[in-house]
T-cell receptor, first 116, second 113 residues
């Protein structure tokens, strides 16, 4: 069964450093998403991406964040200058061309980011 | 804006007993509703979803949920808990196909032998 994959599974970085989290969505999917879950808190939406552009972003997704689909298979989340409060589990998700009855987001296993 | 409330952050059930996880939502438009499960060290896996049509939705692993518009609820049930059901369960709402998911806080289920 096709699945969303994410690398790395764990990332430890120093405050102020740039990190890139990588995701490989399911191959025929067209919508891509990033969510994050700070320990003990809700899963929160960050950004959605369709047709090579951001379709929606949350207030969390400020200028420190960016997304890219560099090569038609990978989908990346970049944090330019990490802060302590960026420590969280980051989930990538993808979904097919949407219709009223087949909109399911498939999630990857997550990348745990720790900012020291 | 939509929101989801899950009553009870932790639920403990005996093996073979009914599992009932509560979810209430708020949405200004007809919602799409989802239940996801997260096993330890894994991603979120879809259990079931409601988009339109029949309000009683059956999912994987014997789970089902009923959409009750009048109560703005989408509670998840399973008649008989199994040890393998120990996990965290998330209710989520979306207001359109392809739109973001808004999650509840999650309910961690512990199954006692």
């Amino acid at each position: 069964e096709p699945e969303v994959t994410q690398t790395p599974s764990h990332q430890v970085t120093q405050m102020g450093q740039e990190v890139i989290l990588r995701c490989v969505p399911i191959s025929n999917h067209l919508y891509f998403y990033w969510y994050r879950q700070i320990l003990g808190q809700k899963v929160e939406f960050l950004v959605s991406f369709y047709n090579n552009e951001i379709s929606e972003k949350s207030e969390i997704f400020d200028d420190q964040f960016s997304v890219e689909r560099p090569d038609g298979s990978n989908f990346t989340l970049k944090i330019r200058s990490t802060k302590l409060e960026d420590s969280a589990m980051y989930f990538c998700a993808s979904s097919t061309q949407t219709s009223l009855s087949t909109d399911t987001q498939y999630f990857g296993p997550g990348t745990r980011l720790t900012v020291l | 804006a939509q929101s989801v409330t899950q009553l009870g952050s932790h639920v403990s059930v005996s093996e073979g007993a009914l599992v009932l996880l509560r979810c209430n939502y708020s949405s200004s438009v007809p919602p799409y509703l989802f239940w996801y499960v997260q096993y330890p060290n894994q991603g979120l896996q879809l259990l079931l979803k409601y988009t339109t049509g029949a309000t009683l939705v059956k999912g994987i692993n014997g789970f089902e949920a009923e959409f009750k518009k009048s109560e703005t609820s989408f509670h998840l049930t399973k008649p008989s808990a199994h040890m393998s059901d120990a996990a965290e369960y998330f209710c989520a709402v979306s207001v359109a196909a392809g739109n973001k998911l808004t999650f509840g806080g999650g309910t961690r289920v512990l199954v006692k032998p």
